[in-house]
């Protein structure tokens, strides 16, 4: 059961089919356009949709606004570094901005980073400094339906190729996502950790954590990999931070928190280039662009976030949650992780080729007949085709992604989800495709113009 129970309440939105066609013709089929107080229940992201605790609200009541050297900052920092171990901690208003200034800092033109998978703004942060930035999942990550626990692991064999490999281009950094997100929310092993962390410092690369999900990553390496099952997830999680060199966080995840994120590293000399950059861009170093408020609920929800009771709670939700799915008869990448549920579109509909956006179709049913709003993770965001619409290249996988926010949502709004899908799954030869009418040249997913076919 929930380990908290509920003080304040906000009431969802409710809206009638006719409403919701309306609405969705309006925004030209593109759920990112969507009005929020026209979606019922919002699983577009698990991202500063969280639910703040009493104990944060007060933190941030106790906030203290000063423009340099706030208490704020001191407890925020002192949370970070007994986590995580490194000696700079930096702020900044989120993940994305850590991933800038930490690769401005650390990047230069024509070197590679590789990872076991590049979330996508960490991936356009790399390639905005001029560099390639090179998905090196483990051979388990291709199969959906296989429940090997750790497939967001990275492939240990064509890593270590890739650094020895003196006649490349340099390889600057490793990036270890904890969870695996663009990878299906997979955990990451601590035995798969510590070799790359091992092969990274035999070449003087660094490794660099991508801590988004640290939490959830450590609650799930103590389910499966034996020689943890008797640690905290906050032992574990220590333990992840400690064999990296530094990390990137966004705290709008496991901070549970609506904004915030932070750089930690222990080199000196990059930190103090960072620094530079912080100021320039995001703030003074003692808030990089956060309230104090912020600063304080980041470091309450760091506490709260390694909880055991919490974490089983948030992991027992989403099997619930993964059960309903594939008890209405739809495949999703298994196994369940905690952050997010991703729908198997391209098998529920395989009358709707690649382009024609299996996932988007499956993605508007969900709204139309829901109310629920999800993420297309296909051919959509990830596809291109030629001008006569033909696809020319894209992913292996049509999803969608039903991200959870954390403590907001409740066992019966699940089971709303797995009555709509019960009725869109009897319903599936009948969905149509889309196609698109107008997109911008990157990142086309947020913009695009759809229209039924
Ligand atoms: N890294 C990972 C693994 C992420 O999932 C995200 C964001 C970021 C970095 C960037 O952090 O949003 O604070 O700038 N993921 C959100 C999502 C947007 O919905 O998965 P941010």
Request: proline share 5%; with cysteine; glycine share 10%.
């Amino acid at each position: 059961m929930e380990p908290y129970r509920i003080k304040v309440v906000e009431p969802l939105p409710v809206t009638t089919p006719q409403q919701r066609e309306a609405a969705l013709k309006r925004v030209h089929y593109n759920l990112f356009d969507l009005r929020a107080d026209e979606v019922t229940i919002d699983l577009l992201s698990d991202s500063g949709t969280g639910a703040l605790s009493a104990a944060q609200l007060a933190a941030g009541m106790a906030g203290d606004e000063s423009y340099a050297g706030s208490h704020s900052f001191y407890r925020f920092r002192d949370t970070v570094r007994d986590l995580t171990g490194y000696a700079h901690i930096l702020p900044a208003h989120q993940g994305r901005a850590a991933e800038r200034v930490l690769f401005s800092a650390l990047l230069s033109p024509g070197d590679v980073v590789l990872s076991n998978t590049h979330f996508d703004t960490t991936r356009a942060n790399v390639e905005l400094a001029g560099c390639q930035a090179r998905d090196l999942p483990c051979a388990a990550a291709r199969d959906l339906d296989s429940h090997e626990p750790f497939k967001g692991n990275i492939d240990l064999e064509t890593l270590e190729k890739t650094l020895a490999d003196s006649g490349g281009p340099r390889v600057a950094a490793v990036v270890m996502t904890i969870t695996n997100n663009g990878g299906g929310g997979q955990p990451v092993s601590m035995d798969n950790l510590r070799r790359t962390a091992e092969l990274c410092r035999r070449h003087g690369v660094p490794m660099i954590l991508d801590a988004a999900r640290f939490a959830e990553n450590a609650w799930l390496v103590t389910r499966h990999e034996a020689a943890y099952q008797d640690r905290t997830p906050r032992q574990v999680a220590e333990e992840a931070f400690r064999l990296a060199d530094g990390c990137v966080m966004s705290a709008k995840k496991d901070g549970i928190a609506h904004i915030g994120g932070f750089i930690g590293l222990n080199n000196e000399e990059l930190a103090q280039k960072c620094e530079v950059l912080l100021i320039a861009t995001e703030g003074f170093p003692t808030y990089g662009g956060l309230a104090g408020r912020d600063l304080d609920m980041v470091a309450q929800g760091l506490l709260e976030v390694t909880e055991p009771a919490y974490l089983a709670e948030r992991a027992d939700s989403a099997g619930y949650l993964a059960d309903r799915v594939r008890a209405a008869g739809v495949s999703i990448l298994e196994p369940a992780g905690l952050h997010a549920i991703y729908l198997n579109a391209g098998r529920l509909l395989p009358h709707i080729p690649p382009h024609q956006y299996p996932g988007h179709a499956l993605a508007c049913q969900l709204y139309l007949q829901g109310g629920i709003r999800s993420a297309e993770l296909g051919s959509l965001y990830l596809g291109k085709e030629d001008e006569d619409g033909n696809q020319v290249s894209g992913p292996p996988y049509e999803l969608v992604r039903l991200a959870l926010p954390r403590r907001v949502y409740t066992r019966s709004h699940y089971d709303h989800i797995g009555s709509t899908l019960e009725r869109i799954v009897k319903a599936a030869d009948s969905v149509h495709g889309y196609r698109i009418v107008e997109q911008g040249p990157i990142l086309r997913h947020f913009r695009a113009k759809l229209r039924p076919v």
